[in-house]
């Protein structure tokens, strides 16, 4: 009994791994700028386990453990994060493509170079190539370059990254 229990757990924990590497994988093509999509995520997750418990304990007559419960919760929430980021994903190429310019927050060039930015009103650090940037400009880098985005609106409030680029403030196209 303790065996077969001990599989399910580790089929559970494969699976979650794997779609939390998915949705991780992910987050670095997208922005989503508004908080209140992942905050409403959560809590149908929650809201659906739940009210999973409550069928198994009530109607079932079947205890469900709590662990398990609070597992399940996590591997919905990424499973709905991989399907939005799927939807973007074979969306996008039909989406019309839109060029924004936003100013250069910040930088990071310890380990794995990025760069940090504002995109309505919400800061983003991204994965980007700045360290011969930031070695030629050092501080002025904030103050003669900025962020250009091409980004395609797969949903409301979520951006798909088609392009990043950090270029001096002159070279407007």
């Known amino acids: 009994m303790k065996a077969k229990i001990k599989k399910e757990s580790d089929k559970l924990y494969i699976i ?10 992910a987050y670095n093509y997208f922005l989503v700028v508004d908080y209140y999509l992942v905050l409403l995520i959560s809590l149908a997750c ?6 999973l418990w409550l069928i198994a304990f009530y109607a079932a ?27 973007g994903f074979i969306v996008q190429p039909v989406k019309e493509k839109q ?6 927050s910040g930088y990071y060039i310890a380990g794995i170079d990025g760069i940090v930015f504002s995109f309505e009103g ?11 940037l930031a070695d030629k400009h050092g501080r002025k880098l904030f103050d003669s370059h900025e ?25 407007r196209n």
């Open 46 to 51: 929650i809201v659906c386990i739940g009210v």
């Open 147 to 171: 962020v250009h985005l091409t980004l395609t609106k797969v949903m409301p409030d979520v951006y798909y990254i088609n392009n990043i680029s950090v270029k001096p403030k002159s070279l």
């Open 122 to 132: 919400n800061k983003f650090d991204r994965k980007y190539d700045i360290q011969e």
């Open 61 to 87: 007559k079947k205890k469900i453990n709590i662990g398990t419960c609070i597992k399940l919760a996590g591997l919905l929430f990424a499973f709905c994060w991989v399907a939005i980021y799927t939807y």
């Open 99 to 104: 060029m924004y310019v936003v100013p250069l």
């Open 16 to 25: 979650m791994t794997i779609m939390a590497v998915l949705a991780f994988g």
